[in-house]
C-alpha cells in the first residue's frame, strides 16, 4: 500500500517569496492534516480536512497561509510571502474517517527561508 | 484540553526493556492514547493505541491504569535502530483541538 506523498522533499527560498507544498494522501483517506514541525519541536497542526472541507484551521495563519483540497483527495499548502521564521518541516498526514488518532505521515517538506 | 506530559530524554542499552510514561491527568472519556515514533528526516510513525488496560503488538506494549491518567509505553529489548523521538497523543479524531503533539521522548540507546 503507497504511503502519503509530499513533494518536494526539500525547499529554500528567500524571506517574501512564495512557496507551496504537495500532498497526495493515502487512497480512500477521508482526513488530511498539515502539520508545522520546527526544528526540535513536536509537530503542531495547522489545517485539518475532511474530504474537501476545512474541519480546523484555528492554528493557520490565513495572512499569509492557505492551504485547499479541491477534489477530496490531493492537497497544497501555500506561503506568501514567506518569513524567515516559516523555516520548518511541513507534514502532512491522513486518516480513515473514525480512526481515533491514527494518523499516517508523509515524510515532509524542509522548508528554508533565508 | 488533554495535555501530555513526557520526560525529554532517555539513555538506554542495546536489548534492555524501555518504559515511557505518559502523564495525561485530563483525559476525557472519548480519547484514545496512541504513540508515535520520530527518527530524523521522517515523519512520524504509528506505533501503538489503546484505550484502557493492556495493548500489546509486535512492536510494543501499552500500559493504561484503570484511571487513564497516565500510560506507558514499553519497548521490548530495544535495539540501536529504536533510537528516536516517541510522541504520546491523547484525543479523538473529530475534536481537533486535541490533537496536540508534546515535544515528545527522546530515546538513545547505546551499544
Known amino acids: 500500500e503507497a504511503g502519503v506523498a509530499q513533494s518536494p522533499r526539500y525547499k529554500i527560498i528567500e524571506k517574501r517569496q512564495s512557496v507551496a507544498f504537495w500532498c497526495n494522501p493515502i487512497s480512500g483517506h477521508a482526513t488530511l492534516y498539515w502539520y508545522q514541525q520546527i526544528l526540535g519541536q513536536g509537530p503542531k497542526l495547522l489545517i485539518q480536512f475532511q474530504n474537501n472541507g476545512v474541519v480546523d484551521d484555528s492554528q493557520l495563519p490565513k495572512d499569509r497561509f492557505s492551504a485547499e483540497r479541491l477534489k477530496g483527495v490531493d492537497s497544497t499548502l501555500k506561503i506568501q510571502p514567506a518569513k524567515l521564521e516559516d523555516s520548518a518541516v511541513y507534514l502532512c498526514a491522513s486518516s480513515f474517517t473514525g480512526a481515533g488518532n491514527i494518523q499516517y505521515f508523509g515524510a515532509g517538506t524542509r522548508l528554508s527561508v533565508l | 484540553l488533554a495535555k501530555t506530559t513526557q520526560p525529554i530524554s532517555m539513555d538506554s542499552y542495546e536489548g534492555q526493556e524501555v518504559n515511557i510514561t505518559c502523564s495525561h491527568n485530563?483525559?476525557?472519556?472519548?480519547?484514545?492514547i496512541t504513540w508515535y515514533q520520530q527518527f530524523p528526516s521522517q515523519g512520524p510513525r504509528f506505533i501503538i493505541q489503546?484505550?484502557?488496560t493492556k495493548v500489546t503488538n509486535e512492536v510494543a506494549s501499552l500500559f493504561i491504569p484503570a484511571d487513564r491518567k497516565s500510560s506507558t509505553l514499553s519497548l521490548p529489548r530495544v535495539s540501536l535502530s529504536d533510537t528516536a523521538v516517541y510522541y504520546c497523543?491523547?484525543?479523538?479524531?473529530?475534536?481537533?483541538?486535541?490533537?496536540?503533539f508534546g515535544t515528545g521522548t527522546r530515546l538513545q540507546v547505546f551499544p
Open positions: 497523543l491523547v484525543g479523538a479524531s473529530y475534536n481537533t483541538d486535541k490533537l496536540i
Open positions: 489503546g484505550y484502557k
Open positions: 485530563n483525559i476525557a472519556t472519548n480519547d484514545y
